[in-house]
């Protein structure tokens, strides 16, 4: 044990003193989590240009009506309240008159959007004025080739169907000055369940839910897990093929068992990780305090975070040792990375369809499957209603047993495989190391 | 006692027999030479004694104890493929590889050892920088400290300049009296000659050759003649009774067919040309291995 103290601290003093591993705790979340903060990015600083939209009016009345509904929208939304700076692009419109071509017409239009002219426009048939369950052709229609992010669909839906709606009222006879009584739209808040408070017994109310926390405290959770696990076992691969490189290995083998070299560099590997996430949780911590959001962190996750973190660097580093000792070349590591990240990517990938149904049969089914567990099942943890109690610890039997597993394999493909030199392993090489030893 | 005994010791990778059936015993206190060609099995042995590798048969004891998988903290092993930390400074390296072994600071050693080997100035400066020379006699210090009952040498002269080769061999004949065994592997017969006690081939992973030199050089008898004469190669080719001549340049190497008389020799050479030197010697350590391992440059057969 004494020895593999030795190496780990050896090992982990020799990368954090590393320029390479500062510059990585800084860029590291920048890549992970770059997506969104380039969302975060467009959305506070919009694009506000003013945007035409021309309608052509078939049935005659509602065009003036959508309009007006669509000005009271662009009022609504145009400025934020507190600066008064303006956040929203303006909707500005045209009436232009139906003609009898309908195809023509629409491809002037359609050229006249792609000349810049105007941002989209919207063609409304005289089916929509009633669209009962009878009436086809109902839907208006809404050309525009301006990209998912324009979310111009959903901004013109709202006054559409507003302005239509009043023209139906005014059918009707009901007067203007009631309009905004039956149109006036109430929001649904979503709010957490009540508890009871174990201590004192008084019923505590429930929680506002932020959408933004519900998602981006589990879907943080799991990207700095992920992240943690990859930067720290991803050097891995070509720290041990560069130590078979420059032929340390072998006059470290002359004083240590490959299992203890092994255990050593897998250790500083969970030190660094578990330096790094110091970093990361404390920063976050500090940081979500001063902005007053300390309540998002999820201390109670904490211990599984931690646990399913050392679990997975112990799992994949063990791996990638494996991995490096066959290797002769950095060329060799590079082809057999994508194998050391499928653990970390596969979740990655799936998040979104584990968020929408985190007790579906396949989100329960890839979170236990012990390479994926770490992440997804924190992910599932995090997310309201949690899990079934079991779940976590069953999982984490999954995780200890294939995390002993990969360990005892990867110190067998290590120990044949780190004196080898000039030979490119094949993978199927390697099992075979692993079962005969 | 023994400091090494391997008994019947087989070694294959794969289809390739590394050593085949090995038996040898190392005197503690000696100094055991191991020569051989290149891939005949010297490393292979070598790395089996430090327990890097496990034999597939037979059996090894360090000073009576079988080699275990726990490293023994008796065994200093230079392998011949020299690797450092390139990135770390001289003195810590060498702390971290005496505490690997030796389970305990080493601190005082180190400095003991790199000022006796002069490179106490290059103590703080990374292993990168320093030459190949430097960084071999770091290489031999990291398998001295702490001091070793059993010191493993895989080619410890390759690459020195004469004033670094002949620190490392003082340091070693040095350790050899203090009562450290010390096994080397060399293709220079000089030094296998000079330093060991006993010497060991190994071809083809089996064993050819055991014993001092002495009593190896006996089992050849005094064959050899070893001459100098004006004219050189040329006026030595065709002589009766020799078997094969081995140009050294400015003398030449004979070797006598069984039965041939020196003095047959010397006469017939007297008659050719001037002789300034002829003396009848035992085989060297070099013909030898040559004798064994078959014809090398140099050598020429006399039909």
Known sequence: MRRILLIAQRDYLATIRTKAFLVGLVVAPILFGGGFLGIALLRSHPDIKDRTVAIVDRTGVAASAVIEAAQEKNAKELFKKTTHRQIAPRYVFESVAPEGDRMAQRLTLSDRVRRGQLFAFLEIDPANLHPGKDVPGAGVACYSNSGAFGNIREWLEGPVNDGLRRVRLAELGVGENHFDDVLGEIPVEKLGLVSRDEATGQIRAADKKSEIAEFAVPFGLMLLLGMLVLVSSAPMLSAVTEDKAQRVVEMLLGLVTPFELMMGKVLAAVGISLSSSAVYVIGGTVVLEALGMAGLVPFALLPWFYIYLIADVIMLCAFAAALGAGCNSPQDAQQLAVLLMAPVMVPYFVFALVMQQPNGAISTGLSLFPMFTPMLMLLRMALPGGVPLWQPWVSLAGVVACTFGMVWAAARIFRVGILIQGKSPKLAELVRWAVRG | ?303
């Open chain 2, 1 to 303: 006692m023994q400091a090494v005994e391997i008994s019947d010791v087989t070694k294959s990778f794969g289809a390739l027999t590394a050593v085949d059936d090995l038996s040898l015993a190392v005197p503690e206190g000696s100094v055991y030479g191991f020569i051989g060609p290149n891939g005949s099995g010297k490393t292979t042995t070598m790395r089996m004694i430090t327990g890097i590798f496990y034999p597939d048969r037979g059996a090894i004891h360090v000073f009576g104890k079988q080699i275990s998988r726990a490293r023994s903290q008796w065994i200093g092993y230079l392998p011949e493929e020299r690797g450092l930390y390139r990135r770390m400074a001289v003195r810590p390296l060498l702390e971290f590889y005496g505490e690997l072994r030796g389970g305990r600071k080493v601190t005082a050693e180190v400095n003991g050892w790199l000022e006796r080997l002069n490179l106490s100035q290059w103590a703080s400066q990374k292993v990168q920088t320093l030459s190949k020379g430097m960084s071999q006699k770091v290489q031999f210090i990291a398998a001295v400290v702490p001091e070793p009952r059993l010191l493993i040498l895989d080619e410890p002269f390759s690459g020195l300049d004469p004033v670094s080769a002949d620190f490392i061999r003082s340091a070693v004949l040095d350790l050899r009296r203090r009562g450290v065994t010390v096994i080397l592997s060399t293709h220079d017969m000089g030094v296998a000659e000079s330093m060991c006690d006993y010497i060991f081939m190994i071809f083809r992973g089996k064993k050819v050759l055991d014993g001092t030199l002495a009593s190896i050089q006996d089992r050849y008898g005094t064959d050899t003649i070893q001459v100098a004469a004006e004219g050189g190669l040329e006026s030595l080719e065709g002589l009766p009774g020799v078997d094969r001549i081995r140009d050294l340049g400015q003398t030449q190497e004979l070797r006598m067919a069984p039965g041939c008389d020196p003095q047959q020799v010397l006469r017939t050479l007297i008659s050719r040309t001037r002789v300034t030197s002829f003396s009848v010697t035992k085989p060297s350590l070099h013909d030898i291995f040559v004798r064994i391992a078959g014809p090398e440059a140099g050598e020429t057969k006399v039909a």
